[in-house]
């Protein structure tokens, strides 16, 4: 269901209201157990978040000008570009709707 809510234009984000098994007063509505232990509900959810949700794209610089593309979700970036002189560091937000960005990084 996270899926289609996040597809949709109004979409703004997901609030927990609770977690922990000790604060959630509906039974099996927790993600964590209460000696802190993740259950299979709260395994699940973190590899939605981190596995399905979160970009992380590496690849090689190949074409004549020096760009690379990816698609990725409305959100905060990092991009690191690592050459033979160092690494380059540069954060970037793609905002809601705005699509395609252009990210110029100098070398």
Do not use: Q
């Amino acid at each position: 269901m996270l899926w289609e809510e996040f597809a949709h234009p109004a979409f703004e984000g997901v609030m927990l209201w609770g977690f922990w098994e000790l604060f959630v007063s509906r039974e099996h509505a927790h993600f964590v157990n209460a000696d802190g232990e993740i259950n299979e509900a709260g395994k699940r959810f973190l590899h939605e978040i981190k596995g399905e949700w979160l970009n992380f794209v590496d690849g090689v610089v190949e074409d004549e000008e020096g760009g690379f593309e990816f698609r990725g979700y409305h959100g905060s970036y990092v991009v690191e570009v690592v050459t033979c002189e160092g690494k380059y560091v540069k954060n970037f937000v793609v905002e809601k709707g705005k699509s395609p960005v252009d990210v110029i990084i100098e070398l």
